[in-house]
């Protein structure tokens, strides 16, 4: 694995892989900080993770979301495809998990409704894609790997994705 990651950055040391996930996700260390590299293997995982960087690159000042650091682009004998964010530490809630502090619910909201400003919606708002801190206090949008910029001429459609990422929200605060 490290000999892997050598390639994609040499900074970078590998503590473990994270799961779920559909790409390869590791935590990483660099200097004594944690980051999340996501690393493509396929075409599908290239697509989903340029989407994720382009998303994520508008979302710079955004609260409430693991931001981008780096962005590796590949070269044909090089490292693939690859991105670095900030990592969150904590727990996915699981079904069922009892929000103790209301607090969590309105800073989702506030995130989401900045995306939402930047015309970026299909948010996949589920667990597995919002960690919370260990105390219970804080959390991230981890994921915006999904996420869609609609362009003004799709109204009606923004729309609709907006009304979708309210409902998976509502749900996973019911
Ligand atoms: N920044 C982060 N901080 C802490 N944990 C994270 C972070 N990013 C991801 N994780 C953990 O790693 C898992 C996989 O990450 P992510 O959701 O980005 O992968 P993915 O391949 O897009 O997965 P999927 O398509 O299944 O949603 C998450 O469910 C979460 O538990
Ligand atoms: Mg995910």
């Known amino acids: 694995m490290q000999a892997h990651l050598q390639k994609i950055?040499?900074?970078l040391h590998f503590r473990r892989r994270l799961l779920p996930s559909s790409v390869l996700v590791y935590q990483v260390e660099r200097?004594?900080?944690?980051?999340?590299?996501?690393?493509?293997?396929?075409?599908?995982?290239?697509?989903?993770?340029?989407?994720?960087e382009r998303t994520l690159?508008?979302?710079?000042d955004v609260n409430g979301i693991t931001h981008l650091v780096q962005a590796y682009r590949p070269t044909p004998s090089s490292y693939p495809r690859a991105i670095l964010k900030e990592y969150m530490e904590g727990k996915s809630?699981?079904?069922?998990?009892?929000?103790?502090?209301?607090?969590?619910?309105?800073?989702?909201?506030?995130t989401v409704e900045e995306l939402h400003y930047r015309r970026i919606s299909d948010l996949e708002l589920e667990y597995k894609n919002i960690v919370i801190s260990r105390d219970g206090t804080q959390l991230r949008i981890v994921d915006l790997g999904n996420g869609s910029?609609?362009?003004?001429?799709?109204?009606?459609?923004?729309?609709r994705a907006k009304d979708v990422d309210y409902r998976?929200?509502?749900?996973?605060?019911?």
């Open 9 to 11: 950055d040499p900074t």
């Open 31 to 52: 200097d004594g900080s944690s980051f999340v590299l996501k690393v493509a293997e396929d075409a599908w995982d290239r697509k989903h993770l340029r989407n994720e």
């Open 57 to 60: 690159s508008l979302c710079s």
């Open 93 to 110: 809630p699981q079904l069922g998990h009892r929000f103790s502090n209301s607090q969590l619910q309105s800073t989702l909201e506030k």
């Open 149 to 159: 910029i609609y362009p003004k001429t799709e109204e009606n459609a923004f729309r």
């Open 168 to 174: 998976k929200m509502e749900w996973i605060f019911k």
